[in-house]
C-alpha cells in the first residue's frame, strides 16, 4: 500500500486516505448565503472519487463577514438545515466532511449593510475601503458567533469544522504585526496577537466537546516585509495547538495586495514542513500537488501528515482513483 492510500487519523476521524479536498469557493450560493442543489451534488461526486475528507468551502459565520455575495452562510438554522443535506450527501459516500468556518473582517463585503470590521483600521485596499477596529463588544459576538456556527455544523452532520485563519481574513489579520496594531489584550506581541484566535478555539472545543474534529487553516508566510514568517507561525500555532486543535491546515499569503503574492508550491511545502517539526498534531499540506508522485514525495520526506488536492478535483472528480 502507497502511503497516500494508507489510513490516517486526525482527532476522533480515521481517514481511509491521506487525500483532502480543501476548501475552494464555488460561487453558487444564492444573495442570502443559502448552499443549494448544486452544493449536494458537487461535493458528493467529489466524496465519490475517493478522498479521505471534505472540506467545505468558506461559509460565513455572520452576515457581516460574507467574503462575497455568492458565497454561502451558517449563521442561522435555515442555513444550516441546507448545509446538513450536503454534509448527508458526502456522508453516503462513505467520507466524513468539515465545513470552513469564516469571517472576512477587513476583505468582507458585509449584506445587508453591516459594519466592516478589522482588529486595527488599516484598510486592505481602496476596493474593499477602511474597516473599524473591533471594540469588545464586536469581539464577543465573534466569539459567539463562531460557537453557535460550530454547534449548528455538527447538530447537522459534519465530523467538526475548519476555523479559517489564512488568506487575509479576520482571524489571519489578528495574528499578522501588518494587519494588527492593537494595544490591548488582542495585540502587540506574538503572543497577544494569538489571544483572539486562542478564545475562539476554546468557544468551539467548549460547545462541541472532545469528538468532533476541530482544525484551522493558517496561511503560515505573509509573503511580505515585516509580516509571518513560517516561523512566527509555528510558535503561534504551539500557543493555539494547546487548546483543542486536531489539524494544521498550510497554506500562505492573501493578507496583503497583490492578491498573488501568495507563495510558490514549493515554498508553501516548506512552511508545512517547519510547521510540523514544531507541532505534534497533523498537518495538512496544500499547493500545486497534482500527482501521486508529489503526494507520496510529500508524506515519504516528512513534509506533512496529509495532502490537500484542490483544483485537480475541480476537474477531475475521480483524480483520487487514478492518481
Known sequence: MTLAFSPGRIGSLTLANRIIMPPMQRYEGTAEGFATD?????????????????????????????????????????????????????????????????????????????????????????????????????IGKLVSDFRLAARRAVNGGFAGVELHAAHGYLLHQFLSPLSNLRDDEYGGDEARR???????????????????????????????EGGLTPEMAARALSRLAGHGLDAVHVSSGGLVPPAAQ????????????????????????????????????????????????????????DLSRIL
Open 38 to 138: 448544486y452544493h449536494v451534488n458537487h461535493y458528493a461526486r467529489r466524496a465519490r472519487g475517493g478522498v479521505g475528507l471534505v472540506i467545505l468551502e468558506s461559509t460565513a459565520i455572520s452576515p457581516e463577514g460574507r467574503l462575497m455575495s455568492d458565497d454561502i452562510g451558517i449563521f442561522s438554522d435555515a442555513h444550516a438545515l441546507m448545509l446538513s443535506r450536503v454534509a448527508a450527501a458526502i456522508r453516503a459516500e462513505g467520507v466524513p466532511a468539515l465545513v470552513q468556518l469564516s469571517h472576512g473582517g477587513r476583505k468582507s463585503r458585509p449584506h445587508g449593510g453591516g459594519p466592516l470590521l478589522a482588529p486595527s483600521a488599516i484598510a486592505y485596499d481602496d476596493r474593499y475601503g477602511m474597516p473599524r477596529a473591533m471594540t469588545e463588544a464586536d
Open 262 to 317: 501568495t507563495m510558490s508550491p514549493v515554498e508553501s511545502l516548506a512552511c508545512a514542513q517547519v510547521l510540523r517539526a514544531a507541532l505534534s498534531i497533523p498537518i495538512i499540506a496544500v499547493g500545486g500537488i497534482k500527482s501521486l508522485a508529489d503526494v507520496e514525495a510529500i508524506l515519504s520526506a516528512g513534509k506533512a501528515d496529509f495532502v490537500a488536492i484542490g483544483r485537480p478535483l475541480l476537474i477531475y472528480p
Open 194 to 224: 494569538a489571544a483572539l484566535p486562542a478564545r475562539i478555539i476554546r468557544a468551539v472545543r467548549e460547545e462541541l466537546g472532545p469528538k468532533p474534529v476541530v482544525t484551522m487553516r493558517i496561511s503560515a508566510s505573509d509573503n511580505a
